[in-house]
């Protein structure tokens, strides 16, 4: 059973920091990862998407990378911003339907 | 384009009552999908489809059953509501597995 982790659960950081976002999952036969955030209340939407035969994704401030054979990925977030506060949530598909890990809740101080 | 779309946004129910929550999408996306989000539990899938008049289990369909009929709208019914089944339901969408999904705003439902 695919099982997704979030490290850390909550991240707190002054306006302008870069900063990273992890995510580890147990099954490495997936077939992409997924980043999304979500604001309280509201709900989610997709950030980056990287298939299971690339390495990395770019958006504007955003980066992530995949490390499919330690099943490993990270959200590379540039000089952060206090709009960039929010839940990410990271998830996986392989040949069932995404799985999610639990998040990081991210606070940008100004 | 709307996107996903759910219907109601909000609803309180009372233990035993029935209700049916409407997802529809308008990206004639063949693959979709119910969640749950509870605190500290994350996002969990309760069912699935992958076309028009298939539906597959998640990892805790029980409680709750699904149809299909139509290739844009994906039902989540309750049957019997339980306190346990208040949560925020999300529905989602995609053409297939290995394809982004798009997710709804979300339906908050509240059992007494």
């Known amino acids: 059973k695919q099982e997704v982790t979030q490290i850390p659960a909550a991240l707190s950081v002054p306006e302008g920091e870069n900063l990273v976002l992890n995510c580890s999952f147990t099954?490495?036969?997936?077939?992409?990862l997924q980043w999304f955030r979500q604001d309280p209340g509201k709900g989610l939407t997709s950030l980056l998407l990287i298939q299971s035969s690339q390495r990395e994704q770019t958006s504007g401030r955003l980066n992530a990378s995949l490390d499919k054979s330690s099943g490993r990925s990270t959200l590379y977030i540039a000089a952060s911003q206090p709009g960039d506060s929010a839940t990410y949530l990271c998830?996986?598909?392989?040949?069932?339907?995404?799985?999610f890990g639990k998040g990081t809740r991210l606070s940008v101080i100004a | 384009n709307a996107g996903v779309t759910q219907t109601p946004k909000f609803r309180v129910l009372k233990t035993g009552q029935s209700m049916t929550l409407l997802c529809a999408q308008d990206m004639n996306h063949e693959y979709m999908y119910w969640y749950r989000q509870d605190p500290g539990m994350g996002l969990r899938l309760i069912h699935y489809?992958?076309?028009?008049?298939?539906?597959a289990k998640g990892e805790v369909p029980d409680g709750y059953n699904v149809s299909r009929l139509k290739k844009q709208n994906f039902l989540l019914g309750l049957e019997s509501a339980a306190p346990s089944q208040t949560s925020v339901y999300f529905c989602?969408?995609?053409?297939?597995?290995?394809?982004?999904?798009?997710f709804g705003p979300g339906t908050r439902l509240t059992v007494l």
């Open positions: 099954d490495s036969a997936i077939y992409n």
């Open positions: 489809s992958v076309g028009e008049g298939t539906t």
């Open positions: 998830a996986v598909t392989g040949n069932t339907p995404l799985v």
């Open positions: 989602a969408s995609s053409y297939s597995l290995d394809l982004p999904a798009f």
